[in-house]
């Protein structure tokens, strides 16, 4: 008979290669499911009972976007570029059964600890990729998606190369006509970096003919800047005419209390 070490959500440990790091994956006493521990910090929380189950506020944001953006249940093909404990993927295979997805990971040994102690839902179809999201990007000339899932940022610390408008121009080339691009960055109460990839990022789209930036956060990081997360939105997509009413479902689905800016709130919000 198997021993608990190989049953779904076992506590499991590695050592990252690329960042020195240990990885954990342990039970959430408090919300149920698992967390990924990554140097001790909490990275993402899975519910294996219940994938559209999305503690994190950002990527509950991120999850509302992708629901109002396409109709309900049809496949899409997405790339997450870092993807942590899978937690995005997941919901999308419970929501959008059949889509395919790609991962890709700078961290060798992460994938293996996560698809063995947290098991994709059945049926999924995962494509993981080991290596640096902006050379894979790269490689993969002539590739379309119709989202793109960027987190990987997290203030001053984040990878230089990715923070910059070329890398944004990569990622939209990868796009298709109606596409979208959904960065989280996370950031400390100044929020000197967040304002930086919000410009970096305004460029990029005015360079491809996109519309502009759109916000989705926490109300009150607008008001009175704090730690926290925000999710930044560009895209082919954004110019549909829904896009009124997408902004009233996503404000409407939170968490709460949220705020849902427009390009033009969002450049007022992070002017130069």
Known sequence: ?????????????????FSDQPAWIVKDEVSGGWVLQIGGVEQSHVDLEDPTHVVHEYLRRM??????????GQPLRIAHLGAGALTLARYVQATRPGSAQLVVE???????????????PEGTDLEVVIGDAREELVAMEGRRFDAIVLDVFSGEESPAHLATKDFYLEAISHLEVDGLLLVNVGD???QR???????ELEDAAAEAGLSGVWTLTLASLLTAPADGNMVLVVGGALSS????????????????PGAVLDPMETATAFRR
């Open 1 to 17: 008979m198997a021993t608990h070490d190989f049953l779904p959500g076992a506590q499991r440990s590695a050592q990252l290669s």
């Open 63 to 72: 999850a509302n976007v992708l629901d109002e953006a396409w109709p309900g």
């Open 106 to 120: 700078i961290e060798r040994e992460l994938p293996t600890l996560v698809t063995t102690a947290l098991p994709m």
């Open 188 to 190: 400390d109460a100044g």
């Open 193 to 199: 970096f967040l304002g930086a990839q919000v410009r």
């Open 241 to 256: 005419p829904e896009v009124e009413t997408w902004r009233k479902a996503w404000q409407a689905a939170g968490p709460h």
